[in-house]
DNA sequence: CCATTATTAGAGAGCAGTCTCCAATACAAA
DNA sequence: TTTGTATTGGAGACTGCTCTCTAATAATGG
């Protein structure tokens, strides 16, 4: 019925994932993009509304990949602290393994222009970070955590400590070393409520 | 024998900070200093010789402040190991106390375009950097860490894990709550060598 | 083979941002 | 007062980016 694409969606964020991963949001221009896939900017255009739809893509695909991986260690058999360590392993492992997508998610998706996005892109982020947050609080009631410093505590464990252990090598185009794995188990050791 | 200057550099500065922690990076642009500033274009150029060049003052000035007063912890007096938990409790302590600042740090100078900097912006940032190292390093050495493993498990607790801990409350622009310092300091217990 | 339609293709309008240039200005020194 | 000079002030050239518009194209269903 109609003229098959030549261009997939997935092509033209993978232009504007790698653009973004070497030269940072500011690199990741509908030009750039449109020259580094080979497509002329109609083309584009015809994919995306605009630049902020395109960016907002780009995020939730690459947050996406990672929670599903994240979500699936969580959700994982076993005692809760085990699952807790692994999860902080976790984050680095995949940070190894992925430089450039966790150099994307170092930005935050304010750096991407989140306050332009399309609404259902805001509601897709919005309920992608609400189930991984969810299923955090539920692994830190499991272990024990019932005051709020304690929660905030299993966060940082599970969280915000391994993707600072992992930064400065993403900013610096590093690879992360193996022994930052190690680090965030015994981090999170240190900031869990005692077994 | 001239006139005196109207507008001083701190003061252009102050404006591209500002500008810098609210809207990051792209939201410095030479237009938008001028106009927070009250500055016509003309006296911007005229104390800095293009964006690059003033990117880079706005960002040593404030790695600078944050140096300081880190290395006054690192070369205080007494143990090493009260000093390392203390350097890293700092560092928290100081994203809380300049939230702003904090923001821009948060950034490499890569996102602020750093590859553009006039040379001896590029020579300030490397010795500036350099030696908040050696700093940390010549502590390292007086905790006992002999290998490149314990050395770099140093640099985590000092640097890297406290950073990390505050980023999400300087990306969200929320408070950094107060027990992200004991995060720190119970995180660098379980990274330096055993006492 | 024709009609329909999603897609490609690229030219170019419009805009925001950087930077240049030159005249006007205000002060210090002689 | 006069001269010299660092600075202000702003107009506008130039560039790069976003986005629009229209025509061409290639497949499918009748």
């Known amino acids: 019925m109609a003229r098959p694409p030549r261009y997939s969606t997935d092509q033209l964020l993978d232009a504007a994932a790698a ?33 902020p739809a395109l960016l907002a893509e780009m995020w939730l695909r690459t947050l996406g ?7 699936d260690v969580l959700a994982g058999p076993g005692e809760p602290r085990p699952l807790a360590l692994a999860a902080a392993r976790h984050v680095v492992e995949w940070s ?11 930005y935050g998706a304010a750096d991407f222009g989140k306050e332009s ?3 259902p892109a805001l509601e897709r982020l919005e309920s992608a970070n609400a189930q991984v947050m969810s299923a955090v609080a539920s692994l830190a009631t499991r272990l024990g955590a019932t005051d709020d410093t304690a929660r905030e505590r299993v966060t940082a464990a599970l969280i915000e400590v391994p993707y600072g252990l992992v930064q400065r090598h993403l900013r ?12 965030a188990a015994d981090c ?6 005692p077994a």
Chains 1, 2 share one sequence.
């Open 96 to 106: 190894r393994e992925h430089p450039q997508a966790a150099r994307i998610l170092r």
């Open 65 to 71: 990949r990672f929670h599903v991986s994240y979500t």
């Open 172 to 183: 610096e185009g590093t690879p992360v070393p193996a022994t930052a794995v190690d680090m």
């Open 117 to 119: 996005w399309p609404a």
């Open 188 to 193: 999170a050791e240190a900031l869990l409520p």
């Open 19 to 51: 653009l973004a991963g070497t030269g940072g949001p500011a690199a990741v221009t509908m030009t750039a993009v449109a020259k580094s896939a080979g497509v002329p900017s109609g083309s584009l255009y015809h994919r995306f509304p605009g630049r």
